[in-house]
């Protein structure tokens, strides 16, 4: 068991580390206003958001706006996925008609139709290795990465085994095709920035 300095337990009774027990630690920490927290196999990521993708998530949410309606669409909120300790906080996430939350409230990843993640140079290998892993695992049909830094949006689909099968990459100024895919969408990427 973990035990802070404040007294707070980051373990249950059976000595075993849960995603609840650490989000309340982190929830007590002074985290910086504006970094966007998240667990990825049980390590605790911490990274400033920076204007450029604040501008990508927010044509990504605007683009998704044809097709989802504000209360099926989410940015920075904690879903839990498959695999060990995986509380994250996708960049943008769709949800299925129908959706509801799960216990304490949270989206369940059962329900998530689309994840898209921008790049940070501090946790790209998260977005390209263990969460690319754990959104196949959780069935998430679309999965859009946009990279700032190669300028390039990477489209995968169709999970199977914890592996997603297909793969597409754009250059920015090109279009998305996922008219194939539960989105039904074409996302145009003209006006994301680099850096």
């Known amino acids: 068991m973990i035990v802070l300095d404040d007294g707070t337990e980051m373990a249950e009774e059976s000595g075993e580390l ?46 998704l706006y044809g097709r989802y309606p504000r209360n099926r669409m989410a940015s920075d909120v904690r879903i839990d996925f498959p695999g060990h300790l995986n509380g994250f906080a996708c960049d943008a996430a769709a949800l299925a008609e129908g959706a509801v939350r799960g216990d304490h409230g949270r989206w369940r990843h059962q329900d998530v139709e689309f994840v898209a993640e921008v790049i940070s140079k501090s946790t790209a290998l998260n977005d390209y290795g263990p969460k690319k892993t754990a959104y196949a695992l959780a069935e998430v049909p679309v999965y859009l990465v946009a990279d700032p830094y190669q300028g390039r949006c990477h489209l995968y689909t169709q999970p199977k085994d914890g592996e997603y099968t297909s793969e597409l990459s754009v250059a920015y100024g090109g ?20 850096d």
């Open 18 to 63: 849960t995603l609840d027990a650490m989000f309340e630690a982190l929830a007590k920490m002074p985290v910086p206003e504006g970094t966007k927290v998240e667990i990825v196999g049980g390590n605790i990521f911490m990274s400033p958001q920076r204007q450029t993708h604040f501008e990508i998530v927010f044509d990504i949410l605007q683009q």
């Open 175 to 194: 279009v998305v095709d996922m008219t194939g895919t539960p989105l039904e969408l074409a996302f145009d990427t003209a006006g994301l920035p680099r």
